[in-house]
């Protein structure tokens, strides 16, 4: 307890990020400087890396995700994701030369295993729900690090829906533009926060649908590949309209903003498995990869419709350049750029925003985001190593 309360008193925190995605292709790792908190939050990402899953690890979380699992195989893989997050940070830190000593804290994620809002299951007695694993009290113990876990319960304890948790971060990194700006964040599912420049445009944050769970599902599904590498296999396809139109029909997209969503809802069962085989796999690649980027492009129009909106991307989906230009031209009133600009690497975003989180839970003061409409509280529990 004095080892944390020393922590909050620092003048600069360094704190390991570590995320995993609904993508589930692999655990990022964020060693993050952090000065100050809230709105003065200063942050440099020191390194950064994606460890990717070995296929039977892959597989047997998309199972669990999937509900193709029992409860034993959910409590061992609960232990067994912490277990395996102490290792990469511990090896990672080796592979820095990051002396043990001079980090703070952990921040893990953990891996999303079902997210449960209300909007998709509709019993108001149970509200939004969402469950991740990885336990952290593995990750304190083997690595001797204070670690701050499962950051998603107390933003629904407090009234939100577990997700997106992003706009902590873009708040307090980007708000201070001229323009109004919109932060894309495309991994499994696509979310964004829309940081309005005019005092009286409340800022939000959002799910849109699909980012690369459609895509990914197909591709692991019908070519037994992770996902389509710079688009090259949905590039070669025609967009299949019926399909599109079923597509399109979907309940979430017609639902309002503020809303939230996972790949329980977005994936390959909203087809009929009869309609999907007789068509081309590249042409049902280019089909997903236009649905999606229309399912984003149709959301964000709504609000940046007239003013021109400067889009930061980042996520995985934004190595993708079909779907970044099917954007580009669903979107011309927009301007995009990478976060990069900001010297934060896209790819890197959500473990940082997760470091962000702990740094906030342990020094920062939760009243500075009443203004913004996101539930102000100290996100996180914390396991101590001893
Ligand atoms: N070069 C690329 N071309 C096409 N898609 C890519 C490329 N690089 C990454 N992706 C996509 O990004 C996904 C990973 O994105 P990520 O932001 O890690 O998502 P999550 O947060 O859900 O884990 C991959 O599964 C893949 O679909
Ligand atoms: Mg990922």
């Not at 020393?6 to 995320?19: D, E, F, L, S």
């Not at 980012?211 to 019908?222: A, F, H, I, V, Y």
């Not at 498995?273 to 492009?297: K, P």
């Not at 031209?329 to 975003?349: S, Y």
Request: proline share 5%.
């Amino acid at each position: 307890m004095n080892q944390l309360h020393h922590i909050a008193q620092k003048p600069a925190r360094r704190i390991i990020g570590v995320m995993s995605g609904t993508s589930i292709d692999g655990l990022d790792i964020a060693q993050c400087l952090f000065h100050h908190t809230g709105t003065s939050t200063q942050v440099e990402v020191e390194a950064f890396t994606t460890i990717p899953y070995e296929n039977d690890f892959k597989e047997a979380l998309h199972r669990i995700a999937q509900k193709q699992t029992d409860l034993e195989q959910l409590t061992l893989w609960h232990k067994r994701f912490g277990v395996y997050t102490a290792e990469q940070v511990l090896q990672q830190l080796r592979n820095w030369n990051t002396d043990k000593s001079t980090v703070d804290l952990i921040a893990s994620h953990g891996q999303t295993i079902f997210h449960a809002p209300l909007q998709t299951h509709h019993r108001e007695e149970f509200g939004d729900a969402t469950l991740q694993i990885g336990d952290a009290d593995q990750i304190a113990y083997r690595t001797g690090i204070i670690t701050l876990s499962d950051f998603r319960q107390k933003h629904i304890a407090a009234g939100g829906a577990g997700a997106p948790l992003a706009a902590y971060t873009d708040w307090l990194l980007f708000s201070s533009e001229v323009q109004d700006v919109v932060m894309l964040n495309i991994g499994g599912i696509a979310n964004y926060t829309y940081l309005p420049c005019q005092p009286y445009k409340k800022m939000f944050s959002t799910d849109t649908g699909p980012g690369n769970t459609l895509m990914d599902s197909w591709m692991r599904t019908r070519e037994g590949l992770p996902y389509d590498k710079d688009a090259a296999l949905a590039s070669k396809g025609e967009v299949i309209q019926p399909m599109l139109d079923h597509l399109l029909k979907h309940p979430f997209l017609q639902l309002q903003v503020p809303k939230t969503t996972g790949p329980e809802t977005f994936n390959l069962d909203i087809f009929e498995t009869t309609q999907l085989n007789i068509f081309n796999s590249a042409d049902v690649m280019a089909t997903l990869n236009f649905f999606t980027a229309y399912s984003i492009a149709e959301n964000i129009k709504q609000f940046a419709s007239y003013l021109p909106v400067k889009i930061y991307c980042s996520g995985g989906g934004a190595h993708n350049p079909l779907l970044m230009q099917h954007l580009r031209n669903l979107l011309p009133q927009c301007h995009f750029h990478l976060t990069e600009e900001k010297n934060i690497p896209g790819d890197a975003k959500e473990a940082l925003l997760i470091a962000l989180l702990a740094n906030e839970c342990i020094a920062g003061n939760p009243e500075i985001f009443n203004s913004t409409g996101l539930p102000a509280v100290r996100l996180g529990k914390i396991s101590l190593p001893s």
